[in-house]
């Protein structure tokens, strides 16, 4: 049986909550939805550039739960990107 699910700690709500690929041509493109979690793994490890043990420290979150966040937030950004989806950030276990 799993274990019961932390909450994981958020530095700042994102500024922006969609992004959308341009030239649609009017229709609405599939969604591919980052939870703020997976946001914030993303923000501390590739734009911030720390090292996985500070982020996950950061997060209040062990390195493997960290590693795994990092890991599916940056294949649902490379489908979005690949297929021109809509980044939607929204949900997650999380406290600021």
Known sequence: MPGRRRCRRVGQQPAFTAFNPVGTNGSTPEEAILSIDEFEAVRL??????????????MEISQPTFH????????KIADALTHGKTIKIEGGNYRF
């Open 45 to 58: 490890k590739d734009l911030k550039g720390l090292d996985q043990s500070k982020c996950a420290e950061m």
């Open 68 to 75: 795994r966040l990092v890991v599916s937030a940056r294949r």
